[in-house]
């Protein structure tokens, strides 16, 4: 039987963009807030950024699923997708509506949590592996 995660469309580039992308602005945004700077422009730039680089890998879940690969949790696997595409522009709106520091610590917080997420739809998925 071949490994559920072999050809898995949540591993590999399509995955570490998204995750390296969100760590830089993490550490892009944590340091605005530390010296007490609302977000700029860049920054909620760089959540769309962010914001494409997650909708390409859920296109690559959505092929997958159309070729007939499935998760081990269908409905986890669902809701990560589709809490991972929804982050990026909630942090946009409540970044733009608190023009403070602690915009920037919004923009900090949702792209630490985006790495968390798209490993755990990376392990929803290996649960079907044999």
Same mark, same amino acid.
């Given at each position: 039987?071949?490994?559920? /995660?072999?050809?898995?469309?949540?591993? +590999?580039?399509?995955?570490?963009?998204?995750?390296?992308?969100?760590?830089?602005?993490?550490?892009?945004?944590?340091?605005?807030?530390? &010296?007490? &700077?609302?977000?700029? =422009?860049?920054?909620?730039?760089?959540?769309?950024?962010?914001?494409?680089? $997650?909708?390409?890998?859920?296109?690559?879940?959505?092929?997958?699923? +159309?070729?007939?690969? =499935?998760?081990?949790?269908?409905? *986890?696997?669902?809701?990560?997708?589709?809490? $991972?595409?929804?982050?990026?522009?909630?942090?946009?709106? $409540?970044? &733009?509506?608190?023009? /403070? =520091?602690?915009?920037? +610590?919004?923009? /900090?917080?949702?792209? $630490?949590?985006?790495?968390?997420?798209?490993? =755990?739809?990376?392990?929803?998925?290996? *649960? /079907? +592996?044999?």
């Amino acid at each position: 039987m071949i490994h559920a /995660t072999a050809a898995s469309p949540v591993h +590999g580039p399509v995955a570490t963009v998204p995750i390296v992308l969100s760590l830089i602005l993490a550490a892009w945004a944590l340091v605005a807030t530390v &010296r007490d &700077r609302a977000p700029d =422009r860049w920054q909620l730039i760089g959540l769309g950024v962010v914001e494409v680089a $997650l909708l390409v890998l859920g296109v690559a879940a959505a092929v997958a699923l +159309g070729g007939g690969q =499935r998760p081990g949790e269908p409905g *986890v696997f669902a809701g990560y997708l589709v809490t $991972l595409v929804c982050l990026p522009p909630l942090a946009f709106v $409540l970044a &733009r509506m608190e023009p /403070t =520091r602690w915009g920037s +610590g919004i923009v /900090t917080v949702v792209c $630490l949590v985006i790495p968390v997420v798209v490993v =755990r739809l990376q392990q929803t998925w290996q *649960v /079907t +592996g044999g």
